[in-house]
């Protein structure tokens, strides 16, 4: 697959999910760098790579994985004397993050799954890799529990779900969107995944799932995020926003509906946020922390992230 259509199946969310966009985007930019000729100029191959990297970004703007992951990345082959020396630097850091990601995806499956008492009822939502790898391992501990999947409008991502879980022979009750709050007395936890974590431990994550944190509040069930540490976002530090996706409204009103309706308007905007006190736990592959812990895991793991900040700052006293 050559990188453009990396970044067309992630723009129409035939890749999706916040950790495997960025694993997939990384892998994208390490293959397309064969691609680029050898001159043996290394500004070239970098204006090159930096130009792809440019392409990746562009697709999806919220899940911060994505630009974590190109930076993760990027950050030493910028520093690169020569063009092979850049080559290697890329290549390495691309597998390196690729199996790192999966590593901590099994790491906080692990620690998620330790959560899960024997007997709960959890509710999901969405379809995360990390919120289900949990459930899963708790399954796989001998533990008798039971989940509630959402449908998850107007993609059903919830469906993606249901199979899995029925897969591992989970059983399992699919509700509509809507049905969270009269089914929440019927759960004991819920657990979702993340597709960006504020420096105030806000999650911003699939619409609905703030609801859905406000309904477990009410009830005093508990929250749980699952999620990796580069889904972290150390540029909220200097007040930067999450910017949330907005989808095409044929998404969710056909066209030729919504051309007899010229008073009506659809809105669709694809992530929420979740204010910190409405969740209980962050389970990241280096532990689990509440939310309003969020500013340490910005500075050990993405300690570059705030350097870059840093001189941000200092060049901004200059003028
Ligand atoms: P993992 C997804 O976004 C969902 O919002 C999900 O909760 C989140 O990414 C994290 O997923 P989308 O791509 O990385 O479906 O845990 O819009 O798999």
Same mark, same amino acid.
């Given at each position: 697959?050559?990188?453009?259509?990396?970044?067309?199946?992630?723009?129409?969310?035939?890749?999706?999910?916040? %950790?495997?966009?960025?694993?997939?985007?990384?892998?994208?930019?390490?293959?397309?760098?064969? /691609?680029?000729?050898? /001159?043996?100029?290394?500004?070239?191959?970098?204006?090159?790579?930096?130009?792809?990297?440019?392409?990746?970004?562009?697709?999806?703007?919220?899940?911060?994985?994505?630009?974590?992951?190109?930076?993760?990345?990027?950050?030493?082959?910028?520093?690169? !004397?020569?063009?092979?020396?850049?080559?290697?630097?890329?290549?390495?850091?691309? +597998? &390196?993050?690729?199996?790192?990601?999966?590593?901590?995806?099994?790491?906080?499956?692990?620690?998620?799954?330790?959560?899960?008492?024997?007997?709960?009822?959890?509710?999901?939502?969405? +379809?995360?890799?990390?919120?289900?790898?949990?459930?899963?391992? #708790?399954?796989?501990? %001998?533990?008798?529990?039971?989940?509630?999947?959402?449908?998850?409008?107007?993609?059903? &991502?919830?469906?993606? /779900?249901?199979?899995?879980?029925?897969?591992? !022979?989970?059983?399992?009750?699919?509700?509509?969107?809507?049905?969270?709050?009269?089914?929440?007395?019927?759960?004991?936890?819920?657990?979702?995944?993340?597709?960006?974590?504020?420096?105030?431990?806000?999650?911003?994550? !699939?619409?609905?799932?703030?609801?859905?944190?406000?309904?477990?509040?009410?009830?005093?069930?508990?929250?749980?995020?699952?999620?990796?540490?580069?889904?972290?976002?150390?540029?909220?530090?200097?007040?930067?926003?999450? &910017?949330?996706?907005?989808?095409? &409204?044929?998404?969710?009103?056909?066209?030729?509906?919504? #051309?007899?309706?010229?008073?009506?308007?659809?809105?669709?905007?694809?992530?929420?946020?979740?204010?910190?006190?409405?969740?209980?736990?962050?389970?990241?592959?280096? @532990?689990?922390?509440?939310?309003?812990?969020?500013?340490?895991?910005?500075?050990?793991?993405? @300690?570059?992230?705030?350097?870059?900040?840093? +001189?941000?700052?200092?060049?901004?006293?200059?003028?």
């Amino acid at each position: 697959m050559t990188l453009a259509e990396t970044a067309e199946k992630i723009k129409t969310m035939e890749i999706r999910g916040a %950790g495997k966009i960025a694993r997939e985007a990384v892998s994208a930019l390490r293959d397309h760098a064969e /691609t680029i000729p050898r /001159t043996g100029d290394v500004k070239t191959f970098l204006r090159e790579l930096e130009y792809a990297a440019g392409v990746l970004l562009a697709t999806r703007p919220t899940a911060v994985s994505l630009p974590n992951a190109i930076q993760i990345v990027m950050r030493d082959v910028r520093n690169a !004397k020569t063009e092979e020396a850049a080559r290697c630097i890329l290549n390495d850091k691309a +597998n &390196q993050f690729i199996w790192s990601s999966r590593t901590a995806l099994d790491r906080i499956s692990v620690m998620g799954a330790n959560h899960i008492p024997n007997g709960s009822v959890i509710m999901t939502h969405c +379809n995360s890799k990390a919120a289900l790898g949990s459930i899963i391992e #708790a399954k796989n501990q %001998g533990k008798d529990i039971e989940v509630y999947a959402t449908e998850v409008r107007p993609w059903n &991502q919830g469906r993606l /779900t249901i199979k899995t879980l029925n897969d591992n !022979k989970i059983p399992t009750t699919y509700i509509v969107d809507s049905a969270v709050r009269s089914m929440m007395k019927d759960v004991d936890l819920v657990i979702v995944g993340a597709d960006a974590i504020t420096v105030n431990g806000a999650v911003v994550n !699939k619409i609905g799932t703030s609801q859905i944190a406000l309904a477990a509040h009410e009830a005093r069930k508990n929250v749980i995020v699952t999620a990796e540490t580069y889904k972290f976002a150390p540029r909220t530090i200097l007040g930067e926003l999450i &910017q949330i996706e907005e989808r095409p &409204q044929n998404e969710i009103l056909p066209d030729e509906i919504a #051309a007899s309706l010229p008073f009506v308007k659809v809105k669709n905007p694809v992530f929420d946020v979740t204010p910190a006190e409405y969740i209980d736990m962050i389970i990241t592959e280096a @532990g689990a922390l509440p939310p309003h812990l969020a500013y340490t895991i910005m500075r050990e793991y993405l @300690g570059w992230g705030l350097d870059e900040l840093q +001189n941000q700052f200092l060049s901004m006293e200059k003028h």
